[in-house]
């Protein structure tokens, strides 16, 4: 399978602000591409210039390997920059009219009410949009971008503002589409549920590209360890420093992390040869957060 | 997927465009607002200058006497005669001429509000060429102008009806046929303004003060200018110029529009 979105030396600058600089990335066909970084670090202009909303300084964008500026390639994009572009005063069900009208669709009510019920918003048809509250504005950004059923999705934070019930439907659409083919390029703080349906990263900082990955690949440089609990914390972790090589203290749970060794063996280390007692004891992930707060970190010094 | 998409040639984008402009136009109360104030403004200015009209009065500082000219002949609220340039009187000051400005308040606001709104987004998302936009609007507008410039000709019907005015068209200097060269020369002139404010828009975005205040002090110019180009006893010749005038700002402007979407940020 080929690139959905292919991006070399793309660069942007607004008057003396250098926004990108030199971004390259390859969002691949069918994944769900988790786009990662700082506030300010380009990933709204990166998705704003995708969609052809600003104008790129210099670099080349490509969509399924044809200019981005291409009619044919722009028709197949759905998409949610910052907060969904509707008429307030108007009912959600007018400003989808007027986007299905847009995209020049033929059953212009059945695909609106396919959109709506995907997203579980079939009831709020009626309302009109500036009285729907922060999530249901979300998701009917997300109903706008589905429209027409693109084969690539651009969303900009869509998960902001979702309670939970709404970050798991969310999570549960988008995972669909993904499977139903749909590329899908998602940028999000939220890390935590990013980490639940992404195939890929690209994690940006400074307008570049600091890392593209893959799901796999994350979970390869994301090694599992043990987090235990003493009542001796120091001498613990110093007695686990030396036996297994790696003993971290982390600091906000007051846990030590032990890499390399199974927590069984841990516990029985500590007991038989040293009589600590192990209170609490676990195997866990790194997780995608604190993989790129560590990145973040090590980019800072 | 997308099946359901119609083909996306140069006619059907324009369809579409025009398909979204004109609901977005008709499902808004702008434009009913403004048809509003175009039937009423007339009735407004004829009925109550009717009952101010053909005072004198001694200016108290100058010692001058001054006097308001009043509406005698409804026709003088479409326009005068002769095509001279603007007179500082009553009946040059408040006519049909006032609608220009109108229109160009409301292609502001019309324009504006996809930008205000962030439907642009969703507009050039999938929409690469940002020309068929600019015709698009241009035409929605001016069918707005149009119909703007309709209800003010009914409005001074009313208008002069209520206030007792002439309807001799001999009284005025004119004929039939030369007032209805005249209506037609003054709505193709709207083009003019309707392709300058958009323009104006394009540059404003979700500045709205910036678009109207730039319509208006454009339209200004272009104001004294009105009288001679749309007389009352126009004829083929004013119309050419006017259709011709509307066209060329219309294409001209909308060129530029065209280039200003297209390099410069829209969100």
Redesign the interface.
């Given at each position: 399978m080929g690139n959905a979105i292919e991006i070399r030396n793309l660069t942007k600058s607004f008057g003396k602000k250098q926004a990108l600089n030199g971004l390259t990335m390859s969002v691949p066909e069918g994944s769900i591409y988790g786009f990662i970084g700082e506030n300010g670090s380009g990933k709204s202009t990166t998705e704003?210039l995708i969609?052809?909303?600003?104008?790129p300084s210099g670099g080349e964008i490509k969509l399924w390997g044809k200019d981005y500026?291409?009619?044919?390639m722009?028709?197949?994009?759905g998409?949610l920059?910052?907060?969904?572009?509707?008429?307030?005063?108007?009912t959600v069900w007018?400003n989808m009219?007027?986007?299905a009208?847009?995209?020049?669709?033929?059953?212009e009510d059945e695909?609106i009410r396919r959109a709506l019920h995907l997203v579980r918003m079939d009831g709020a048809a009626s309302n009109k949009f500036k009285n729907c509250s922060l999530g249901m504005k979300q998701r009917i950004g997300i109903a706008?971008a589905l429209l027409?059923?693109?084969?690539l999705l651009?969303l900009d934070e869509p998960i902001n503002g979702l309670d939970a019930d709404g970050m798991r439907i969310m999570r549960e659409i988008l995972t669909d589409l993904s499977r139903r083919g749909t590329t899908i390029l998602i940028s999000s703080h939220i890390l935590g549920e990013l980490e639940k349906i992404a195939t890929h990263y690209g994690i940006i900082r400074g307008g570049k590209m600091l890392r593209e990955m893959t799901a796999e690949q994350l979970n390869a440089d994301c090694p599992t360890y043990v987090a235990l609990k003493t009542d001796e914390i120091e001498k613990t972790r110093d007695i686990l420093q030396r036996a297994f090589g790696r003993a971290d203290m982390d600091e906000q749970t007051g846990e030590i992390r032990v890499h390399g060794a199974p927590a069984e063996a841990i516990a029985r280390y500590l007991y038989a040869r040293h009589g600590i007692a192990v209170s609490e004891i676990r195997t866990a992930k790194i997780s995608l957060e604190e993989y790129y707060i560590n990145l973040m970190q090590e980019g800072r010094k | 997927m997308n099946e359901t998409m119609k083909k996306g040639g140069f006619k059907d984008r324009l369809k579409t465009m025009l398909n979204v402009d004109f609901r977005r136009m008709f499902w808004a109360p702008t434009v009913y607002i403004m048809l509003a104030v175009s039937l009423a403004l007339p009735v407004l200015i004829l009925v109550m200058t009717s009952f101010v009209g053909g005072m004198s009065a001694t200016d108290p500082q100058t010692g001058l006497p001054t006097t308001v000219e009043a509406f005698t002949n409804v026709w003088q609220a479409i326009g005068s005669a002769g095509g001279n340039a603007m007179r500082m009187d009553l009946t040059s000051m408040c006519n049909i001429n006032l609608l220009y400005f109108l229109v160009a308040i409301f292609v502001c606001l019309f324009v504006g509000e996809d930008f205000r709104s962030g439907y642009v987004k969703n507009l050039f998302a999938v929409r690469a060429k940002k020309l068929d936009y600019v015709l698009s609007k241009t035409i929605v507008l001016f069918v707005a102008a149009i119909g703007m410039f309709i209800f003010y000709f009914v409005g001074a019907m009313i208008g002069g009806g209520i206030a007792g005015l002439s309807f001799d068209v001999a009284a005025v200097g004119a004929s039939v046929g030369g007032i209805v060269a005249c209506m037609v020369s003054k709505i193709f002139f709207a083009l003019v303004f309707v392709s300058i404010a958009l323009t104006l828009s394009s540059v404003g975005k979700q500045r709205l003060w910036l678009s109207i205040l730039g319509s208006l002090a454009a339209g200004m110019l272009l104001f004294t200018m009105i009288p001679m180009m749309t007389p009352l006893n126009a004829g083929a010749f004013n119309v050419i110029l006017c259709v011709a005038g509307g066209s060329l700002f219309a294409a001209g402007l909308g060129a530029v529009s065209n280039v200003i979407l297209n390099k410069t940020s829209l969100v």
């Open positions: 704003k969609c052809g909303l600003i104008q500026r291409d009619p044919e722009r028709s197949k994009i998409v920059i910052e907060a969904p572009g509707c008429f307030p005063n108007f007018n009219k007027l986007q009208a847009n995209l020049g669709l033929k059953n695909e706008f027409g059923g693109p084969k651009v | -």
